[in-house]
Nanobody, 116 residues
Framework: QVHLVESGGGLVQDGGSLKLSCTVS????????MAWYRQAPGKQRELVAG???????TYADSVKGRFTISRDNAKNTVYLQMNSLKPADTAVYYC?????WGRGYWGQGTQVTVSS
């Protein structure tokens, strides 16, 4: 059974940084495209950043230059380094693993709150 467990969320001030981790069990993460999505209250879930199994990355325009996605296949873990955080980044962040971004498996989410 595949499980994705996110960690690293929390409360941070405007301009601060957080690093999210997503550890995968029950499968080999190198097989999958990995991604981080987020969902703010009253809004649809949106792709924040993705990384293919070949290392190709994509980012939402709103986070380019501030967020960095990376993966450590040896640790079966994907990361999201978030710098220069803004109140607009406040959301529940979800880890995703699948054949394509948005498909496959999801974590339970971790709350990120940025105070102004």
């Amino acid at each position: 059974q595949v499980h994705l467990v996110e960690s690293g969320g929390g409360l941070v001030q405007d301009g601060g940084s957080l690093k999210l981790s997503c550890t995968v069990s029950g499968t080999i993460v190198s097989f999958y495209a990995m991604a981080w999505y987020r969902q703010a209250p009253g809004k649809q879930r949106e792709l924040v950043a993705g990384i293919s199994n070949g290392g190709v990355t994509t980012y939402a325009d709103s986070v380019k230059g501030r967020f960095t996605i990376s993966r450590d296949n040896a640790k079966n873990t994907v990361y999201l380094q978030m710098n220069s955080l803004k109140p607009a980044d406040t959301a529940v962040y979800y880890c995703n693993a699948g054949a394509n971004w948005g498909r496959g498996y999801w974590g339970q989410g971790t709350q990120v709150t940025v105070s102004s």
